[in-house]
């Protein structure tokens, strides 16, 4: 039988169909195998991101716990920050590939891919620079070329997309590492609290005044003949006529979060822990706790407990310090050049002003220190030490350690701050002494801070009684080739980085002598101890220099906790100084024009405000190509020379001179006139045409 149909247009049939609407919903994946698919890339997508961000910032991070320390951040505020950097980088990748379902099936599945591809290449930069030498733009080019042959790995086989959905459970472990294995574990979940108490000896308990300053090699204050430089610091000359000088004086660690605790404990490092009371429950603040009042000012450790120590005075700096300084980090972690993760290269002191504290001291009688204007740019934390130092009925412990001199270099000799780019360079030929000269200028100014102390204590009365000490926690080198405090900077100039000033001012000491005794740094705590009268309870690997003299002659030193390196003791000889050019301090008139050069900062001297406090004291920039490396420019501020600087290769920002301008004679309030010159054979000067 004939099949029956209705005719179009016939009364049974009904109206002619319309024509059909595209489906918004064809070729997106829809339904439960839809949104598997979905969990599948996202799982993808959340492995990759925690490989190439969660797992080295928070392995830098759980390896700094001093980075929170110094930020002086709460718990939740590190938790926080965790969760961010657990979750946060993945959440716009995720929301750009889900925004691609709207556009169909296949455009997912290529947005998907390239999003691999990408994320593959971000990897393959931070293993690259492991395993190959390849830097810069060779490494992005394979980084670029790994990360395609990983997308179409992919996209054709199921095993990498099954591997990466596996790696999903990274970031949880990632972020259960941190909180709990790592040495910043400590300062997120801390446990014990008081450590002994020590036992009083006979004899009365003198004040104690310690101040300690941070990345000072001894070698920084000597002048030609070994003695310290009375003409660039005089306060510590001054403070060297008055107490024992333990020339041949040694840090143990060119890493404060190891360093410091050893001068606290007298122990030598033995384990990569933070430097946290719960860690090292017996140091001095304990020692002398249960007799002394104790007033420290920490910076990057937090040795003394609770139950002794009040609160820091300064504040915390908040969630967004933390968040801004760990995306500073990020660019490190990621980029295809070398950089050295030291979180503590970023710690810099706030000043009084930024502080919100007020000067804790009238306007001194230097005038050229000019206190009256500068004293906002004074570290807070020495302001509120200055302010503490007062005789007491109880015996008190005041305690300061100034990230002075320290890098980032800041301060003039005057107090003044200048400017800098984050990103310049401290190793290499011409940069390694612009960073050499930047660190003694930061140390002329630590002088005047000396000098204030010294004063203040006179000033109350507290210098005749009290036991005054001022040393450093380690120094640091300024080879070429080995800038630092790493195992570098140890095999070629520990005389840089391992000796230290160490200063011991008796009570009732009134002349000066040298000691050059094997001191080294956990023979801190036994001595203070000895004179405080004071029996430590536990023992020690240092000894009082009120003691006999320790045998050997070697020193040892500990760029990891656990592994001593030895190397010969005596006092080090100061590098040579480079002499100044002799047309620096020069004035100059008309000199003939060519040539042009381009510098980084020029507005700033169209409005210089001295008594504001800042002055652009470094100038940087770049030359044509055609300009040799080796030739001499000369710039001058206000028709005076102020430095001579070579011209180098290029930096990674391009920059191809910096010269620094400490002396803030060469400026005046207003529109300063910055000039550049290109010095010739005869030192004849050609004018440079400046953008």
């Given at each position: 039988m004939a099949d029956a149909t209705l005719a179009p247009g016939s009364p049974a049939a009904g109206p002619p169909c319309a024509p059909t609407a595209p489906d918004p919903t064809r070729g997106r994946p829809t339904g439960p195998a839809g949104w598997r698919a979905?969990?599948?890339?996202?799982?993808?997508?959340?492995?990759?991101?925690?490989?190439?961000?969660?797992?080295?910032?928070?392995?830098?991070?759980?390896?700094?716990?001093?980075?929170?320390?110094?930020?002086?951040?709460?718990?939740?505020?590190?938790?926080?920050?965790?969760?961010?950097?657990?979750?946060?980088?993945?959440?716009?990748?995720?929301l750009l590939g889900a925004a691609s379902r709207?556009?169909?099936?296949?455009?997912?599945?290529?947005?998907?891919?390239?999003?691999?591809?990408?994320?593959?290449?971000?990897?393959?930069?931070?293993?690259?620079?492991?395993?190959?030498?390849?830097?810069?733009?060779?490494?992005?080019?394979?980084?670029?070329?790994?990360?395609?042959?990983?997308?179409?790995?992919?996209?054709?086989?199921?095993?990498?997309?099954?591997?990466?959905?596996?790696?999903?459970?990274?970031?949880?472990?990632?972020?259960?590492?941190?909180?709990?294995?790592?040495?910043?574990?400590?300062?997120?979940?801390?446990?014990?609290?008081?450590?002994?108490?020590?036992?009083?000896?006979?004899?009365?308990?003198?004040?104690?005044?310690?101040?300690v300053l941070d990345e000072l090699p001894l070698v920084s204050l000597l002048g030609g003949d070994g003695r310290i430089d009375v003409g660039r610091y005089p306060h510590f000359a001054e403070l060297a006529g008055g107490s024992t000088w333990y020339r041949n004086a040694t840090g143990v660690s060119g890493w404060t979060p190891y360093a410091l605790p050893a001068m606290l404990t007298g122990r030598y490092p033995a384990r990569p822990v933070a430097p946290h009371y719960s860690q090292y429950p017996d140091n001095l603040f304990t020692v002398l706790g249960g007799r002394y009042d104790v007033r420290a000012e920490e910076s990057i450790t937090r040795l003394c407990p609770p139950s002794r120590c009040d609160q820091p005075a300064s504040p915390p700096q908040g969630l967004g310090t933390?968040?801004?300084?760990?995306?500073?980090?990020?660019?490190?972690?990621?980029?295809?050049?070398?950089?050295?993760?030291?979180?503590?290269?970023?710690?810099?002191?706030?000043?009084?002003?930024?502080?919100?504290?007020?000067?804790?001291?009238?306007?001194?009688?230097?005038?050229?220190?000019?206190?009256?204007?500068?004293?906002?740019n004074q570290p807070a934390r020495f302001t509120t030490f200055l302010a503490g130092l007062r005789p007491s009925d109880r015996p008190t412990l005041h305690f300061l350690h100034l990230l002075m001199p320290h890098a980032p270099w800041q301060f003039l000799p005057s107090g003044a701050r200048y400017a800098a780019p984050e990103d310049l360079p401290t190793d290499g030929a011409g940069w390694v002494e612009l960073a050499r000269r930047r660190h003694l200028a930061q140390l002329e100014y630590t002088d005047r801070l000396v000098g204030e102390t010294l004063r203040i204590l006179r000033a109350t009365g507290l210098y005749d009684r009290a036991l005054v000490v001022v040393t450093a926690d380690h120094g640091v080198s300024f080879d070429n080739g080995a800038q630092g405090r790493g195992m570098d900077a140890i095999r070629k100039a520990a005389g840089q980085v391992a000796w230290v000033p160490m200063f011991v001012k008796e009570p009732g000491q009134r002349a000066g002598r040298v000691d050059d005794r094997n001191w080294e740094h956990v023979d801190l705590l036994p001595t203070v101890a000895d004179y405080a009268h004071v029996r430590i309870p536990w023992p020690v690997d240092g000894r009082s220099a009120r003691q006999a003299p320790r045998e050997r002659a070697d020193k040892r030193f500990y760029d990891r906790p656990g592994e001593p390196v030895a190397f010969p003791g005596g006092v080090p000889a100061p590098p040579p100084q480079p002499k100044p050019h002799p047309l620096v301090g020069t004035t100059v008139g008309q000199r003939p024009t060519g040539g042009s050069a381009r510098v980084g900062d020029l507005a700033a001297f169209r409005a210089v405000d001295p008594d504001a406090g800042g002055l652009p004291a470094l100038v940087w920039g770049t030359v044509p190509a055609s300009v040799r490396d080796g030739t001499l420019l000369a710039v001058a501020v206000n028709g005076r020379i102020g430095a001579v600087v070579p011209v180098v290769p290029p930096d990674a920002g391009g920059r191809r001179f910096a010269a620094f301008l400490p002396d803030d004679r060469l400026f005046r309030a207003g529109a300063n006139r910055l000039d550049l010159y290109q010095i010739g054979p005869g030192d004849e000067l050609r004018h440079l045409s400046i953008s």
């Open positions: 979905e969990l599948r890339r996202l799982l993808e997508v959340t492995a990759l991101v925690g490989l190439v961000v969660t797992q080295p910032m928070l392995d830098v991070l759980g390896r700094s716990p001093d980075f929170f320390l110094f930020h002086r951040a709460t718990r939740g505020e590190i938790l926080t920050l965790v969760a961010l950097i657990a979750v946060a980088p993945t959440v716009p990748v995720a709207l556009t169909g099936r296949a455009a997912r599945a290529a947005v998907h891919t390239v999003l691999v591809g990408t994320l593959l290449a971000a990897l393959a930069v931070q293993v690259g620079r492991h395993v190959t030498p390849l830097r810069g733009v060779p490494l992005l080019v394979a980084a670029v070329m790994a990360g395609a042959a990983g997308a179409v790995a992919h996209r054709r086989w199921r095993g990498p997309g099954l591997a990466l959905r596996v790696a999903a459970a990274g970031p949880p472990a990632f972020v259960a590492l941190f909180l709990f294995a790592s040495p910043a574990s400590t300062v997120v979940l801390p446990h014990r609290d008081a450590g002994a108490a020590g036992v009083a000896g006979p004899g009365g308990h003198p004040p104690v005044v310690m101040l933390l968040v801004r300084e760990s995306g500073k980090l990020l660019r490190q972690v990621t980029a295809p050049v070398d950089s050295r993760f030291d979180p503590e290269e970023s710690y810099r002191e706030q000043t009084a002003a930024e502080a919100g504290l007020d000067a804790a001291e009238p306007v001194p009688d230097d005038p050229k220190f000019r206190w009256d204007s500068l004293d906002d």
